[in-house]
């Protein structure tokens, strides 16, 4: 594993980090933008402060939540 990248960072301090956000994102910019880091942890930023602080999470925190949604367990949120 290479750097680590702390939580609550500017988005600026990561130049070369490569944002991608869902193709379901609405047309206001309200949006998640996620970025895999060079230590493969991921970025996540909200797409209106594109200089804001990101949050990081290791590729277990990400998968966890992923399966999560999957299954399910948020859809509490959509109503």
Known sequence: MGTAFPTGMSASALPGARWRKSRRSNPDGSC???AVLENG????RNSRFPDGPVLVYTPAEVEAFLLGVKDGEFDHLLR
Request: aromatic share 0%; no cysteine; proline share 0%.
């Open 32 to 34: 998640v933008e996620i």
């Open 41 to 44: 942890d991921v970025a996540v």
